[in-house]
């Protein structure tokens, strides 16, 4: 049996540590060249958008250091003593300058216009449009501008006596996106509080996209992958440090991918044909070792949780057969044993605990006939009529053995019984009882309180010739409930009682100490682990006692 189960658990594992392996080192590998992949594309499409950007700003500065070179110009510079000029002079001037202006101009090899504003004569003399109008405040601010009206992109070089205009239309950066695009790849040109610059016949998603982008674009480059509808795409984008705007391009990751990915799909296409097979090796082994083992376990859970009656009534056609045989005759045989020793244990086990609070009864019937005894001598009924009457509602309580659990709210009535009877014996006691309506329905074992709050009048308050206090308090803990009876009587020092703890934890040798031990052996029958009974000196002044016993649990009806 024992070299069987082990080979078939060698078997299935070493199958499935196959598979395992095989699955792993190639998802590992598989994954490991999608990341390589990916971050080889996003590496190239960012290069390659880097680059755009960085041509489109070297353009931009060769038109700033065109503005510089045609301001130190000495055609251009004769601009600065254009009003002191005859008419006839200044119309040649200018026709000078328009000259140089549109030679220059051409001469970059970009699309661009450059305009004059003569401050002295307070008009454009060389203008890209026939109605130029002045340039206004804003215009003049530093930087690059863009007019959505003309679709032109503009910039303001200024000194005292000329203004210049360099602008180039948006057509630029269109050509610029039209370019841009190969394959997969769509190019846009973004911008805040503009217009986006794309290809009239753009991916329709396009929107779609830069809505995800947009929240996350930082102050000079990036890549992002975003997810639109249902498809991973790879975002590039880089900002223009002298247009101020972004250059967004981006492509699908899927069809980057789609030459690995199916691949991929053979490969688990595989697995899956392998792992069929290996499946129906381990069906056949389960069918064979298996399940007889299973039924072996279930006849061997039945027994443990005292079902000794099962018996394995399957045939398996092979060796297990026998082992079936001899666990029957097992189970036959424990069954035998419970009948004649585990029973007899329960029965001695019941019989015990009887016994213990029988013990507990006689001693209690003695006070209370003593005090009978003496009220009847002293002639008076009342005591002994009160006195018979708890005595018999105590007697009809604890003498139903077949019940030797009751409710907190009932043991705390016979003390209470108990208390007024010794209340009637003493005039000078008084009592006080506390149970939370919430405990009232715990159950506790029969008698398991009234001893100790016999031993505080009997070792306590009698000891004593003034007034006596006994104090019951029930309170529920963190992970139990603890009973208190504690009183104002003579106590005892620390000596004496360790000296009672070290007799408590030996069977009783006389009479002393008898009702202390029976508690203390009843709660640890009903309860063993978390049960328990203390001792220490009350602030009263006298004795407290402690007995503590788990708390319930909501959703059972807990028993010691």
Not at 133 to 159: E, R
Not at 210 to 222: A, C, H, R, T, Y
Not at 369 to 397: C, H, K, S
Request: aromatic share 10%; proline share 4%.
């Amino acid at each position: 049996m024992k070299y069987k189960y082990r080979t078939f658990l060698n078997m299935v594992a070493i199958i499935l540590l196959m598979l395992a392996a095989v699955l792993i080192m190639y998802t590992f590998s598989v994954q490991s060249s999608l990341d390589t992949v990916q971050k080889d594309i996003e590496a190239n499409n960012l290069n390659r958008v880097q680059f755009v950007v960085n041509t489109l700003d070297q353009n931009i500065d060769r038109l700033d250091m065109l503005a510089i070179t045609m301001e130190t110009d000495n055609t251009i510079a004769l601009l600065r003593s254009i009003d002191v000029m005859s008419s006839y002079e200044q119309v040649q001037l200018i026709q000078n300058v328009a000259a140089r202006v549109n030679l220059q101009s051409l001469s970059e090899g970009w699309n661009n216009k450059i305009s004059i504003y003569s401050v002295l004569l307070d008009q454009w003399i060389v203008s890209s449009e026939i109605h130029m109008q002045p340039p206004d405040s804003y215009s003049l601010q530093p930087g690059w501008k863009y007019d959505p009206v003309t679709k032109k992109f503009y910039k303001y070089k200024t000194n005292a006596e000329q203004i210049m205009r360099l602008e180039f239309p948006r057509r630029n950066l269109e050509e610029i996106v039209k370019n841009s695009h190969q394959g997969e790849n769509e190019a846009v040109f973004y911008h805040p509080n503009q217009e986006s610059i794309t290809r009239k016949d753009a991916n329709p998603l396009t929107s779609l996209i830069l809505e995800q982008v947009i929240p996350n674009l930082k102050p000079d480059s990036g890549t992002e992958t975003v997810s639109v509808n249902g498809s991973d795409y790879i975002v590039n984008y880089v900002y223009s440090q002298q247009l101020e705007w972004y250059l967004i391009d981006f492509m699908p990751l899927d069809k980057a991918l789609k030459p690995i990915k199916t691949s991929q799909i053979w490969f688990y296409s595989a697995c899956v044909m392998l792992f069929m097979a290996g499946s129906t090796i381990i069906v056949v082994l389960f069918r064979k070792v298996q399940i007889p083992i299973l039924v072996l376990l279930k006849g061997v859970r039945l027994l443990k949780h005292t079902d000794f009656s099962y018996r394995i009534q399957r045939q398996s056609g092979n060796e297990f057969d026998y082992l079936y045989g001899q666990f029957n005759d097992m189970a036959e045989q424990i069954e035998d044993l419970i009948e004649k020793v585990y029973k007899e244990q329960i029965v001695a086990r019941e019989a015990v605990l009887k016994q213990l609070q029988a013990q507990i009864n006689p001693h209690f019937l003695y006070n209370c006939l003593f005090f009978i005894n003496n009220m009847t001598r002293l002639g008076n009924e009342e005591a002994v009529t009160a006195m018979t009457q708890n005595l018999a509602e105590y007697f009809r309580y604890t003498t139903r053995l077949d019940e030797p659990m009751t409710r907190l709210e009932k043991e705390l009535g016979i003390v209470r019984n108990y208390l007024e009877i010794q209340c009637l014996r003493m005039d000078r006691l008084s009592y006080h009882i506390e149970l939370p309506a919430d405990l009232s329905s715990v159950q506790v074992p029969k008698l398991l309180i009234q001893p100790l709050v016999e031993n505080s009048i009997i070792h306590g308050i009698e000891k004593k010739r003034d007034s006596g206090y006994i104090h019951v308090k029930v309170e529920r803990t963190e992970q139990d409930i603890c009973l208190t009876v504690e009183d104002d009587g003579k106590g005892m020092t620390p000596d004496e009682i360790n000296s009672l703890m070290i007799r408590l934890a030996e069977p009783p040798v006389d009479t002393v100490g008898c009702a202390l031990w029976n508690i203390s052996e009843r709660l640890r029958i009903h309860d063993s682990e978390n049960s328990g009974i203390q001792f220490d000196q009350s602030p009263l002044g006298g004795m407290r006692v402690r007995i503590h016993w788990s708390l319930p649990t909501n959703d059972r009806e807990h028993q010691y």
